[in-house]
Protein backbone atom coordinates (compact mmCIF):
# COMPACT_ATOMS: atom_id res chain seq x y z
CA UNK A 1 0.00 0.00 0.00
CA UNK A 2 1.25 3.70 -0.43
CA UNK A 3 1.61 5.95 2.21
CA UNK A 4 -0.52 8.20 0.99
CA UNK A 5 -3.42 8.26 -2.12
CA UNK A 6 -4.53 11.26 -4.06
CA UNK A 7 -8.29 11.99 -3.80
CA UNK A 8 -8.63 15.10 -5.65
CA UNK A 9 -10.61 13.65 -8.77
CA UNK A 10 -12.34 11.37 -7.03
CA UNK A 11 -16.70 12.04 -7.06
CA UNK A 12 -18.48 11.57 -4.13
CA UNK A 13 -21.37 8.98 -4.51
CA UNK A 14 -20.16 7.52 -8.35
CA UNK A 15 -21.24 3.70 -7.17
CA UNK A 16 -23.97 4.60 -4.62
CA UNK A 17 -26.89 3.12 -6.27
CA UNK A 18 -30.47 4.11 -3.81
CA UNK A 19 -32.40 0.97 -4.52
CA UNK A 20 -29.17 -1.88 -3.94
CA UNK A 21 -30.40 -4.85 -1.91
CA UNK A 22 -27.36 -6.12 0.58
CA UNK A 23 -27.72 -9.79 0.14
CA UNK A 24 -26.14 -11.04 3.85
CA UNK A 25 -24.34 -14.26 3.52
CA UNK A 26 -25.11 -17.09 6.13
CA UNK A 27 -22.86 -19.71 7.46
CA UNK A 28 -24.54 -22.96 8.55
CA UNK A 29 -22.75 -25.43 10.85
CA UNK A 30 -21.06 -28.45 8.63
CA UNK A 31 -23.29 -30.45 10.02
CA UNK A 32 -26.76 -28.68 9.67
CA UNK A 33 -25.74 -27.80 6.29
CA UNK A 34 -25.12 -30.96 5.41
CA UNK A 35 -28.32 -32.59 6.78
CA UNK A 36 -30.17 -29.10 5.36
CA UNK A 37 -29.07 -30.11 1.94
CA UNK A 38 -29.76 -33.93 1.69
CA UNK A 39 -33.09 -33.08 2.89
CA UNK A 40 -33.58 -30.51 0.03
CA UNK A 41 -31.88 -33.28 -2.69
CA UNK A 42 -34.71 -35.52 -1.38
CA UNK A 43 -37.35 -33.01 -1.94
CA UNK A 44 -35.92 -32.00 -5.28
CA UNK A 45 -35.15 -28.48 -4.57
CA UNK A 46 -32.28 -26.02 -4.13
CA UNK A 47 -30.66 -25.41 -0.28
CA UNK A 48 -31.97 -21.72 -0.79
CA UNK A 49 -35.45 -22.66 -1.09
CA UNK A 50 -35.74 -25.50 1.82
CA UNK A 51 -33.68 -22.86 3.98
CA UNK A 52 -36.31 -19.75 3.24
CA UNK A 53 -39.46 -22.12 3.81
CA UNK A 54 -38.12 -23.50 6.98
CA UNK A 55 -37.73 -19.65 7.98
CA UNK A 56 -40.81 -18.67 7.09
CA UNK A 57 -42.50 -21.60 8.93
CA UNK A 58 -41.04 -20.52 11.80
CA UNK A 59 -41.55 -17.00 11.47
CA UNK A 60 -45.18 -17.92 11.07
CA UNK A 61 -45.00 -19.69 14.57
CA UNK A 62 -43.13 -17.05 16.36
CA UNK A 63 -46.14 -14.14 15.15
CA UNK A 64 -48.75 -16.77 15.77
CA UNK A 65 -47.67 -17.21 19.27
CA UNK A 66 -47.82 -12.91 20.43
Do not use: C, T, W
Not at 1 to 26: C, H, I, K, T, W
Not at 56 to 65: F, P, S, T
Request: aromatic residues 10%; hydrophobic residues 40%.
Amino acid sequence: MQAEYDFSQGERGRFYRENAELQLPVFLEDSVRDYLQARAKEKGIGLNDLVNALLKQDIALIEAAK
